[in-house]
T-cell receptor, first 114, second 114 residues
């Protein structure tokens, strides 16, 4: 597609439920990133995929968070047993993979846990 | 370890004033890349500029200019003759060969009053 696409754009879930957030990167981009942005805060790194390399999961805040990237393209971020502190905008970005290139961001998924 | 510090949380100026947004970074790598992104009220992050560690030449793009100084580990961003449309949150970010995923600063919220 023309840009990074994320779905859903908004998600309201009950505490304790699992949620899946989807990201479609720009076609041909080998690097894919997930970030979390709490209200009024900066971007918190979650996970980074680069080609067939093992993902950098160092930013995942707990074992309730996981992500996968199938076929080197679409990625799904899963949050199990959601808690109220998980409420945030989850941003996905993709790039060509070289550290010198900019990342292109999607519009984000706003997750609200009630 | 990487770190990006944007000490200015919020800046308010009147239209046509010049404003400088500060960014200080830390990295152990000699090869690294610096970025500025803009996040308008709509929420989507917009790439503004990138710089690599070997290129200290300052850059001007219209009303925007960037001052990269390795000696002080700073990569400051100046908007000349600010406009209301410049109102946004501005993020500075860093990547290096150790951590390719972008590390973001906490952002500076710029409010330009008419």
């Amino acid at each position: 597609g023309a840009g990074v696409s994320q779905s859903p754009s908004n998600k309201v879930t009950e505490k304790g439920k699992d949620v899946e957030l989807r990201c479609d990167p720009i076609s041909g981009h080998t690097a894919l990133y997930w970030y979390r942005q709490r209200l009024g805060q900066g971007l918190e790194f979650l996970i980074y995929f680069q080609g067939n390399s093992a993902p950098d999961k160092s930013g995942l805040p707990s074992d309730r968070f996981s992500a996968e990237r199938t076929g080197g393209s679409v990625s799904t971020l899963t949050i199990q047993r959601t808690q109220q502190e998980d409420s945030a905008v989850y941003l996905c970005a993709s790039s060509t993979g070289h550290p010198n290139t900019e990342a292109f961001f999607g519009q984000g998924t706003r997750l609200t846990v009630v | 370890a990487q770190k990006v510090t944007q000490a200015q949380t919020e800046i308010s100026v009147v239209e046509k004033e010049d404003v400088t947004l500060d960014c200080v970074y830390e990295t152990r790598d000699t090869t690294y890349y610096l970025f500025w992104y803009k996040q308008p009220p709509s929420g989507e992050l917009v790439f503004l500029i990138r710089r690599n560690s070997f290129d200290e030449q300052n850059e001007i793009s219209g009303r925007y200019s960037w001052n990269f100084q390795k000696s002080t580990s700073s990569f400051n961003f100046t908007i000349t003759a600010s406009q209301v449309v410049d109102s946004a949150v501005y993020f500075c970010a860093l990547s290096d060969t150790g951590r390719r995923a972008l590390t973001f600063g906490s952002g500076t919220r710029l409010q330009v009053q008419p």
